[in-house]
Nanobody
Framework: QVQVVESGGGAVEAGGSLRLSCVVS????????MAWFRQAPGKEREGVAAIYANGGRWYADSVRGRFTISQDNAKNTVYLQMNSLEPEDTAVYYCAIEGPPGPTAVQALGVLFGYWGQGTQVTVSS
């Protein structure tokens, strides 16, 4: 069974930093696409950053230059380093990995994300 578990959220002041972690277990295929999404109150879920099998990275315009996605394959972990945080970054952040169709699968960024974590809250105060 695939499990996706995020951690590292919290409350910080504007200009601060946080690092989110996402540990994935139970995936039997190698190098799936992994990504971070976020959903703010009253808004739709949006992609934040993704890392592809070839090492390529994608960032939303709103976070490019401030956030960095990385992964440690040995630890089956993907990270999101968030610097220069802004109140607009306040949201629940979700980790997602490429996976098969299913009730929770979402097509986004050109990939079918079949597995999702429960989310971790990030709150940035001004």
């Amino acid at each position: 069974q695939v499990q996706v578990v995020e951690s590292g959220g919290g409350a910080v002041e504007a200009g601060g930093s946080l690092r989110l972690s996402c540990v994935v277990s139970g995936v039997t295929y190698t190098r799936p696409v992994m990504a971070w999404f976020r959903q703010a109150p009253g808004k739709e879920r949006e992609g934040v950053a993704a890392i592809y099998a070839n090492g390529g990275r994608w960032y939303a315009d709103s976070v490019r230059g401030r956030f960095t996605i990385s992964q440690d394959n040995a630890k089956n972990t993907v990270y999101l380093q968030m610097n220069s945080l802004e109140p607009e970054d306040t949201a629940v952040y979700y980790c997602a990995i490429e996976g098969p169709p299913g009730p929770t699968a979402v097509q986004a960024l050109g990939v079918l994300f079949g597995y999702w974590g429960q989310g971790t809250q990030v709150t940035v105060s001004s």
